[in-house]
């Protein structure tokens, strides 16, 4: 069974910053793109961003884009997404999510359980 | 940017009815690029739909999806206890890549 867990939530006040990992096992963590998507209180999925099985490939949510960093440690079978510049609208629950397998390549087939960042002063 | 709307926002019924479910683009997709899920409270989203159509491994016969252009469906053909939740659907694919969710349906036991 694939399992995902996030950890690295908190309460943070604005303008600070949070790093959120995202321990992987039971499959190959380094053949597979994996993604952050995050859901604010009482509202829907957003993606948030995207990172290649190998780590060179990224992409960004505009909403997040030049304050947050996607990056992976296959050795570790972990990710992690750096959070800079944080505002009160990135209080959301944040979960890992992994892509690319029998689905297909842009298919989120397994997600962890979320953590929770809210940021207020 | 592609946006998905999905209607209703909330869709009120009864265990044992059919429901159906509405996911439509702002331009045409490939239906490869279009998924379902299904989130329960407290829990994270679960895959039910691939490929606009396919049903992911261990996800009940009585889901099914359809569609293809600018219009997909899920349908539920006849709603268990477990089914109320909010339904997702997501567009993941393109060149260069872009990923979007739509607003979700809301399944309510009436």
């Known amino acids: 069974q694939v399992q995902l867990v996030e950890s690295g939530g908190g309460v943070v006040q604005p303008g600070t910053s949070l790093r959120l990992s995202c321990v992987t096992s039971k499959f190959t963590f380094s053949a597979y793109a994996m993604h952050w998507v995050r859901q604010a209180p009482g509202k829907g999925l957003e993606w948030v961003a995207f990172i290649s099985f190998d780590g060179t490939r990224k992409s960004y949510a505009d909403s997040v884009k030049g304050r947050f960093t996607v990056s992976r440690e296959n050795s570790k079978d972990t990710l992690f997404l750096e959070m800079n510049s944080l505002r009160p609208d990135d209080t959301s629950v944040y979960y890992c999510?992994?892509?690319?397998?029998?689905?297909?390549?842009?298919?989120?087939?397994?997600w962890g359980q979320g953590t929770l960042v809210t940021v207020s002063s | 940017e592609i946006v998905l709307t999905q209607s209703p926002g909330t869709l009120s019924l009864s265990p044992g009815e059919r429901a159906t479910l509405s996911c439509r683009a702002s331009q045409t997709i490939s239906s490869s690029d279009l998924a379902w899920y299904q989130q329960r409270p407290g829990q994270a989203p679960r895959l039910l739909i691939y490929g606009a159509s396919s049903r992911a491994t261990g996800i009940p016969d009585r889901f099914s999806g359809s569609g293809s252009g600018t219009g997909f469906t899920l349908t539920v053909s006849r709603l268990e206890p477990e089914d109320f939740a909010v339904y997702y659907c997501l567009h993941s694919g393109g060149s260069p890549p872009g990923y979007t969710f739509g607003q979700g349906t809301k399944l309510e036991i009436k």
């Open positions: 999510a992994r892509a690319g397998g029998d689905y297909g390549d842009y298919v989120f087939d397994s």
